[in-house]
């Protein structure tokens, strides 16, 4: 009887031990939701769980022409929402006019042959979207004033999105114009995401090169995790050269090359 109870006692201990260890080691899932722009509701993904894209209204944030139209240059600032996500972005107005000549995030669907393209295509992108045939394109007119976007309602995690540079950059950046040169190969250009909490203190900046030499892929995923929780993200972009094996930032005023780059398929985790 006692070898029986010791045994029966053993057999207690290791199933309680797995129930513990099962319990610790299994949580909820991480809701994903992804912004593609589009004005269609479907599910897939490939995160860790089903990623949830629904919007039904981005044609009326889309500009026409892309450069001096009544969206983005009336005055009147411009700023879009998605309900699903809550992401929102507004204009950060640096010169107070409410226009987009201060920088921002604009609802583009413009895809064409970028050869020759101007900065009257300011929203064109070369190579089409991630999914779907809508994007951002985020403009940095100054880092003082950066674009942004930033949940309406609460905080949250963004995953991940995908960056590209638009068809006016990448022109000037390859070919050069009658104000710039075109970029060398020892040049780069950064993007900087940093994170900002629901007191306004940065909590951590990420970067990543939009151009290493004139090379770049087509669109590259950025994963911004490691920001954690945010209220917003705010972009900078800086240029410069690398000499001797060292990244130098230019510090002039103003920047060589046109500061755009076009934004797809924004994940977060709420």
């Not at 929402?81 to 107070?96: H, I, K, R």
């Not at 300011?122 to 403009?139: D, E, M, R, W």
């Not at 945010?230 to 060292?246: A, C, D, L, S, T």
């Amino acid at each position: 009887m006692r070898q029986l109870s010791i045994f029966t006692l053993l057999l207690a201990a290791i199933a309680l031990t797995a129930g513990c260890t099962k319990e610790e080691t299994t949580g909820p899932k991480k809701k994903m939701l992804t912004l593609t722009f589009e004005d269609s509701t479907f599910s897939g993904g490939d995160n860790e769980s089903d990623s949830v894209i629904a919007n039904s209204w981005w044609a009326q944030y889309i500009d026409s022409p892309q450069y001096g139209g009544n969206l983005l240059y009336g005055g009147k600032g411009y700023a879009w929402y998605d309900n699903t996500t809550t992401l929102s972005s507004s204009l950060p107005d640096y010169w107070g006019d409410g226009t987009f000549f201060g920088g921002g995030i604009a609802i583009s669907n413009y895809v064409e042959n970028p050869i020759g393209v101007t900065y009257e295509k300011q929203l064109t992108i070369g190579s089409t979207p991630v999914s779907g045939k809508n994007f951002a394109v985020c403009y940095v007119a100054t880092n003082e004033a950066p674009p942004f976007i930033e949940f309406k309602y609460g905080e949250g995690v963004v995953d991940n999105l995908y960056v590209m540079p638009t068809a006016y950059t990448n022109e000037i950046v390859q070919n050069g114009n009658a104000f710039a040169p075109a970029m060398s190969q020892n040049g780069y250009i950064r993007i900087e995401a940093t994170g900002i909490d629901k007191s306004g203190v940065a909590v951590g900046t990420i970067a990543m090169y939009l151009y290493d030499g004139r090379v770049y892929s087509s669109w590259k995923k950025w994963s911004l995790a490691e920001l954690g929780v945010v209220k917003r993200i705010e972009f900078r972009m800086y240029e410069g050269v690398v000499e001797n094996g060292q990244r130098i930032d230019s510090t002039a005023q103003y920047p060589t090359y046109p500061f755009y780059f076009a934004i797809d398929n924004i994940t977060v985790q709420k």
